[in-house]
């Protein structure tokens, strides 16, 4: 996930969402990252509640979906950059997703981490994965209107 808010992208941050200073070093590698994207995309597609969304999405063949998550994870966590993706315009395309699916995400991608990584591994992921769905929720559900009573005074009194 490397845009703001508005689809386009950072130059200079491209491919580099949630890095932090000491991000890519020794924290995991390029196989661990694709055995975790695996697993837990398997758990996504056979969860009740994220399966059907990401199956009309993405279908039967799956491998390009996981590519582009391999290459999305290598740049959050080694920050290679390999990541060229706008995800924040691909997930406004997804009228079904709600803030629930987010957190159903979540519980399913610490679970893998958990039993993928080691623990401080695990945490690093994890933590990084809540920080970009934040993010993503913010650029989906927030409504400026609700928490600014001068965008509401004019429109509904």
């Not at 056979?46 to 290598?74: C, T, Y």
């Not at 699916?101 to 979540?106: A, E, G, I, N, Q």
Request: hydrophobic share 40%.
């Amino acid at each position: 996930m490397t845009d703001n808010h508005d689809g386009a992208a950072a130059a200079p941050a491209q491919g580099r969402w949630c890095v932090e200073a000491d991000a890519g070093t020794g924290v995991t590698d390029e196989a661990e990252i694709e055995t975790l994207v695996r697993a837990f995309y398997t758990k996504v597609r056979a969860d009740a509640e994220l399966g059907p969304i990401f199956d009309r999405v993405i279908g039967d063949d799956w491998e390009p979906h996981l590519q582009k998550m391999f290459n999305f994870w290598s740049s959050v966590m080694l920050t290679t950059g390999r990541y060229k993706g706008q995800p924040m315009r691909a997930h406004m395309k997804l009228k079904a997703v709600t803030p629930k699916h987010f957190d159903r995400w979540l519980v399913l991608f610490r679970e893998t981490a958990e039993e993928v990584c080691d623990a401080e591994t695990a945490e690093r992921f994890v933590e990084k994965a809540a920080r970009i769905a934040e993010s993503l929720q913010l650029g989906m559900f927030f409504k400026p209107e609700r928490h600014d009573p001068e965008r509401t005074a004019g429109c509904c009194g």
